[in-house]
């Protein structure tokens, strides 16, 4: 069975990883605000980066299947996402990880639509095939995303998801 039956769930996932995506790519703002090590600033470097490229995938589809691209944050995502003052490095991996693995789901989901929906926002089948393709790359990115965060987080935390 599809994890994704229904054009306006897809819709509303799309949007909301696009506000992840940028939220993500602002993590790095706090570079210069939290104490790190070289390794733990070269880890959120990448993430940071990563999610940039991201985001501007989610944003070439939105604006493909003609959908909003989001300004204000959408319904169901909290004001703020990161929020790293006074912890330490483990414990901020641990709260990155949270939304690495949210996001290699929702990429998941996405990918398992059902293909009627896929064909009702994308018209054009070469399309269709480089948006799966996309998410597939998407999902082996945030693999390595949640492997980089448990690197990170090492034995200091214990992981539940
Ligand atoms: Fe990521």
Redesign the pocket.
């Known amino acids: 069975m599809p994890a994704i039956e229904n054009k306006e769930v897809l819709i509303s996932l799309m949007q909301k990883m696009y506000w992840i ?1 940028a939220e ?1 790519e602002q993590m790095n703002t706090w570079e210069a605000r939290i104490e790190m090590m070289d390794e733990n600033l070269e880890a959120l470097e990448i ?1 940071s980066h ?2 940039e490229r ?1 985001g501007s995938i989610v944003e070439k589809w939105l604006r493909k299947a003609n959908i909003e691209v989001p300004e204000t944050i959408p319904k169901g995502l909290p004001k703020h996402i990161f929020d790293f003052e006074g912890l330490s490095s483990p414990e901020i991996f641990s709260r ?1 990880i949270k ?2 693995i949210l ?2 789901n929702a990429y998941k989901d996405m990918l398992n639509t059902d293909p009627g929906i896929i064909r009702a926002l994308f018209g054009n089948e070469n399309d269709r095939k480089e948006f799966l393709q996309d998410l597939e790359q998407l999902i082996k ?2 693999e ?3 492997n980089i965060c448990k690197k990170q987080i090492g034995g200091y935390l214990k992981i539940k998801y």
Request: proline fraction near 0%; charged fraction near 40%.
């Open positions: 995506e993500m993430l990563d999610s991201h990155i939304y690495e996001a290699m990115d945030e390595k995303h949640t």
